[in-house]
């Protein structure tokens, strides 16, 4: 009878050294949840940062096609403006330019407001000055080529002719 007594003993002994073996002290648990955190807070704005990164390169790489392309544009502007006899001709040259902006403002490309505006060095290039009474101060009296951005980023700046 002896042993039948022992024995469940020896497994409550038993057990109660495996629970202590298990346990983490508390300073060790406080040290490992904090490391866990600062990792986790890092992963989170590494994440974040790649992600600025990554959306900063490809504005970058796509505004550097943009800007091959618009003289493109340009020169198909001028060449919708020019008057012709020929008017499916004329038609297909305002197709292909209206499809170009498309493309661009499907992009998020926009183009860079001028003419009345005030004059901003962020978005326009003054080229030349003139002076009308009739015009404010600082305002762009004429746009001798267009201007594009992204979002914030400008692409090519608008060459204007400022009033003073």
Not at 78 to 107: H, I
Not at 108 to 123: H, N, R, S, Y
Request: charged share 40%; aromatic share 6%.
């Amino acid at each position: 009878m002896e042993e039948k007594e022992m024995k469940p003993e020896v497994e409550k002994q038993e057990e109660q050294e495996k629970e202590t073996s298990e346990m983490v002290p508390k300073q060790d648990y406080d040290e490992l949840e904090d490391r866990y955190k600062r990792i986790l807070a890092e992963f989170e704005n590494f994440k974040k940062r790649s992600g600025k990164e990554r959306e900063g390169l490809y504005h970058s790489i796509l505004s550097d096609v943009i800007e091959v392309v618009l003289p493109i544009v340009d020169n198909l502007e001028n060449a919708a403006k020019v008057e012709t006899a020929d008017e499916n001709y004329k038609q297909g040259v305002e197709l292909v330019l209206k499809q170009f902006k498309d493309v661009l403002s499907a992009k998020g490309v926009e183009e860079i407001k001028a003419i009345g505006e005030t004059f901003d060095p962020e978005l326009h290039e003054a080229v030349g000055s003139i002076q009308d009474d009739h015009l404010g101060e600082k305002e762009v009296a004429q746009e001798y080529r267009k201007g594009y951005k992204i979002g914030n980023r400008v692409i090519r700046h608008s060459m204007v002719v400022v009033a003073n």
